[in-house]
């Protein structure tokens, strides 16, 4: 249905005007007025919202007969605006109305219309002016976008009249909506967000014209990076012992610390597991020596448990595996023991508890969000687990039982799977990659568990991936995942953890590296080298600053 605008209050009046001689009223020529009275309504009244003016025109046949600009004391006000067209002559005329978004009658037009007027001798004519929209067509630019799951893609809508001339719109006229929020979500500024897999019918509306246009939205999977080679590494909870995930060989590298940070192989090297290895999560309580390794082929998975015996030599424990879900990307350990979190990149969150052998016993039922799961962490205090996908950080509160509650979200920047919480101070820390933009958001966290942003994003290389902050909470480091970046930035943490750039900003690490772990004592940091398949070995100075351990250490 069409949607009209309309001028309020018009009034067409025709009056008796007397010559000056005498004679009487019936031999004096007989001429007319047209009074035109405009009440500029509020901006959520029928003239346009971005009209500034209207053009007002009097014509007989083909002629003519006035023109008059009425302009607002500042744009469409409530004041009335009054306009007289005098020494019209008696008989029929027609007065158009049209409405500019230029205060001086300038611009595209924004609406128009036309009514027929009688000037009649000693009487008054009351007439409306009906305005319809120019507007006769939106686009969506860019047309049919494609996104990754956790992107967002800004949609334009432009106006135009029969013409193809652009025609101005208010925002607060134009409205945006998603026929399938599950798999695309929009604004209504036009900001569409992938949530998952698939396509939805994206609408914009201008309710002044009523006219609408659509555009479809297509939404990849963005699956973690190939498993074929070191992943990640987890450090025993004394600090001595390095672990790696290897899906090349699909086993678990071991590794000695040695006292000056370098790395040596255990024997043996390494310890197979039956699909590639992704997570790896040691026990993180005093006293305790228990490795969890998930792996998967992203069709399957399964949980590892093994003991780390007085060598740091693994040795599974009875029962060797636990049922999983497909895909067990992420662990957390809760700080006191007695749960663990194994996060799944399309499943959701496991929730198991940590009996006194070490051994995992599933606590409850999955939590299964509707997003795809990037990263995760847990704070320190054991009180909040913080999951991100789609755009979104959800925040869920432990129970005493060990379950998770939600209790809110907070809005992010993209996906990353980097998630890490400072030690020493209540920040979180998210990578995130977004249309070739990356780095890392900062977050307070409160008392009782929401996130507020600090600052503004850091950004840092091509595809920003994971993260750690220092024991002592004074540095932060992240990888880029990424050619031709290869390498890790440095930063110290400020009070209000935000971040400021060492100098040196950034080190070079091996191939496309990936994780990055940091020794309890704040000494060493390693980094996984996925596509070269090494370990960066560095030492952590009193500044924070980085020095290289040469040469790196082969993972598998």
């Not at 699909?250 to 992704?278: C, E, H, M, W």
Request: glycine residues 10%.
């Amino acid at each position: 249905m069409k949607s009209i605008m309309r001028i309020l209050s018009v009034a067409a009046v025709a009056s008796l005007l007397v010559g000056c001689g005498g004679g009487g009223g019936n031999s004096a020529a007989r001429t007319g007025k047209l009074s035109l009275k405009v009440i500029w309504p509020k901006r959520t009244k029928l003239i346009p919202a971005r009209s500034n003016s209207i053009r007002a025109v009097v014509t007989g046949g083909a002629q003519t007969l006035g023109s008059q600009l009425i302009v607002g004391s500042d744009g469409p006000l409530n004041d009335p605006s009054i306009v007289t067209f005098n020494n019209l002559p008696v008989g029929a005329v027609t007065l158009t109305a049209t409405a500019f978004p230029q205060t001086d009658g300038t611009g595209v037009a924004q609406a128009t219309g036309a009514v027929p007027a009688s000037i009649v001798a000693g009487q008054t004519t009351q007439v409306t002016v009906t305005m319809a929209s120019t507007i006769d067509h939106l686009t969506i630019s860019p047309a049919n976008p494609t996104i990754n799951v956790g992107a967002s893609q800004q949609l334009i809508m432009t106006a135009f009249n029969l013409q193809n001339e652009v025609v101005l719109t208010a925002p607060s006229k134009v409205s945006w909506n998603s026929g399938t929020p599950a798999k695309a979500t929009v604004t209504n500024a036009g900001n569409v967000t992938g949530v998952a897999a698939g396509t939805s019918l994206t609408t914009v509306s201008e309710s002044e014209s009523g006219k609408s246009a659509n555009t479809t939205v297509t939404v990849n999977t963005v699956q973690p990076p190939p498993n074929t080679g070191p992943i990640r590494t987890a450090l025993d909870v004394t600090g001595k012992f390095l672990y790696v995930s290897d899906g090349l060989t699909s086993s678990i590298g071991q590794f000695k610390v040695n006292a000056d940070g370098t790395l040596t192989r255990l024997t043996p090297a390494s310890v197979p597991v039956t699909l590639p290895p992704y997570s790896l999560q040691a026990s993180v309580t005093p006293g305790s020596h228990i490795l969890y390794v998930g792996v998967t082929n992203n069709n399957s998975g399964a949980i590892y448990q093994f003991n780390i015996n007085v060598d740091g030599t693994l040795t599974p424990l009875n029962p060797a595996t636990v049922p999983s879900t497909s895909q067990p990307l992420w662990f957390l350990a809760e700080p006191t023991g007695k749960f663990l979190y194994a996060v799944d990149h399309n499943e959701g969150i496991r929730q198991f508890i940590i009996n006194q052998d070490g051994t995992l016993t599933q606590n409850g039922t999955d939590i299964v969000p509707e997003l795809q799961l990037f990263g995760a962490a847990v704070t320190t205090d054991g009180k909040y687990v913080y999951t991100h996908g789609g755009g979104v950080v959800q925040e869920y509160k432990i129970n005493v039982n060990g379950t998770l509650s939600a209790i809110g979200s907070a809005q992010t920047a993209g996906s990353g799977e980097g998630m890490s919480i400072n030690p020493a101070a209540p920040f979180l820390y998210k990578t995130y990659a977004l249309a070739g933009v990356s780095g890392v958001e900062v977050f307070q966290i409160n008392a009782n568990g929401s996130l507020t942003k600090v600052g503004a994003n850091v950004p840092f290389g091509v595809f920003a991936y994971n993260s750690a902050v220092t024991p002592n909470g004074k540095n932060f480091y992240i990888s880029s995942l990424n050619t031709p970046n290869n390498q890790v930035a440095q930063y110290a943490v400020n009070q209000d953890g935000t971040l400021t750039p060492l100098a040196p900003a950034t080190v070079v690490t091996g191939t496309f590296p990936t994780w990055v772990s940091i020794t309890p004592d704040g000494k060493f940091l390693y980094v996984t080298n996925n596509k070269d398949n090494t370990i960066s070995q560095f030492k952590i100075n009193a500044d924070g600053t980085l020095t290289p351990l040469i040469p790196p250490v082969v993972a598998g």
